[in-house]
T-cell receptor, first 112, second 115 residues
């Protein structure tokens, strides 16, 4: 059974810092790994999707990497801003399923 | 700007009452998902449909929950009778069902409180 873990559970940093969020999963047979952002009281917004054959994806100040063999992904946020404050969720789509399995998220606060 | 819509956004009801939540997926998406989010359990998949056919509802308590897609533009999730432990945020999401390359697009959620 696929399990997804995210650390840290919460993170508070000053504006401008580069930071790394971690995600690990137990079954490497995946189609893709996705990172989502959730603002308080809102739904989830997809940030990056890494297919199983890819090693990383970039979008603006965000870079996500995937090491399928070790069951790990990192989300790198460069030059963090207060607007980046949100909960970041990692999710994997395992083989032979349409189900996304989510981690419990990392709550990020970036203060001015 | 295509997006998933959900109604109602908030619902407060008393234990034992029926609750119906509605979702309009993005036009052209053939896969629809229902999730529940709580502080304790995080995001859990309740059920999903492809081309309006239910593919998996193993995440739902069968005795009280039911999910349907009467047509391609409407998905419903019903709870009857509702219980306080059903209090959560319920999200609908839709996608193209292209494994590996497609993401899911989430609605804003229905926040349910059962007293």
């Amino acid at each position: 059974k696929q399990e997804v873990t995210q650390i840290p559970a919460a993170l508070s940093v000053p504006e401008g810092e580069n930071l790394v969020l971690n995600c690990s999963f137990t079954d490497s047979a995946i189609y893709n790994l996705q990172w989502f952002r959730q603002d308080p009281g809102k739904g989830l917004t997809s940030l990056l999707l890494i297919q199983s054959s890819q090693r990383e994806q970039t979008s603006g100040r965000l870079n996500a990497s995937l090491d399928k063999s070790s069951g790990r992904s990192t989300l790198y946020i460069a030059a963090s801003q207060p607007g980046d404050s949100a909960t970041y969720l990692c999710a994997v789509l395992s083989h032979n399923t349409d189900k996304l399995i989510f981690g419990t998220g990392t709550r990020l606060q970036v203060f001015p | 700007d295509a997006r998933v819509t959900q109604t109602p956004r908030h619902k407060v009801t008393e234990m034992g009452q029926e609750v119906t939540m509605r979702c309009q997926p993005i036009l052209g998406h053939n896969t629809v998902f229902w999730y529940r989010q709580t502080m304790m359990q995080g995001l859990e998949l309740l059920a999903y449909f492809r081309n309006r056919a239910p593919l998996d509802d193993s995440g739902m308590p069968k005795d009280r929950f039911s999910a349907e897609m009467p047509d391609a533009t409407l998905a419903t999730l019903k709870i009857q009778p509702s219980e306080p432990r059903d209090s959560a945020v319920y999200f609908c999401a839709s996608g193209l069902g292209l494994r590996g390359t497609d993401t899911q697009y989430f609605g804003p959620g229905t926040r349910l409180t059962v007293l």
